[in-house]
């Protein structure tokens, strides 16, 4: 499986070569890597390289105005079935590792009234998670799955579950580059 995976990876990296996006190199740089708007919510994707050097995958969700979205930390069915959790994930099989935690960029507050339903404010929220990426110079195409599901006062927008969204990402050695 392994061996297969590995193989694919590096299939991946020879069709991609020729038709890469251009990416700054250097510490504290940004590569946006796919953005879409569904169920009343935009998700744009990226890359980011930190001071250290630390690769992170990143989505910013962005609900329309007025609606919230739920914690990364409920559980995946919601709690008592409310809610589903805003969540950005590897694929298993992916030539990307995540190399820590996911983090948010604002902190989830639990819902009035409802022990446990944890919620953003309204307004975007960014999810971020390292990676190693693959090895190598070249391009790799991934999947990452996204989910969340957008509220406001007694309306819910059905959720947005797994979502397969594709990416192609550069290897260690082409964000290292001076």
Known sequence: MRTTAALTCSLMLLLAAACSPALEKGAGKSLPLASLTENRVTVELFLEI???G???LAARFTPENG???YSKDIPPSGVDGLGRP???EIVPG???IASGDLTESVTAE???GMPGLLVYPTGPVTLRLPVLLPAGSGWYSEEVSITYMACRQ???IPPVVGKLV???VPGSEKVLEP
């Open 50 to 52: 930190d001071q250290a």
């Open 54 to 56: 630390q690769a992170w």
């Open 67 to 69: 609606y919230h979205l």
């Open 86 to 88: 805003t969540r950005l």
């Open 94 to 96: 992916s030539c990307m």
């Open 110 to 112: 639990e819902l009035q």
């Open 154 to 156: 007694n309306t819910c």
């Open 166 to 168: 594709q990416v192609r």
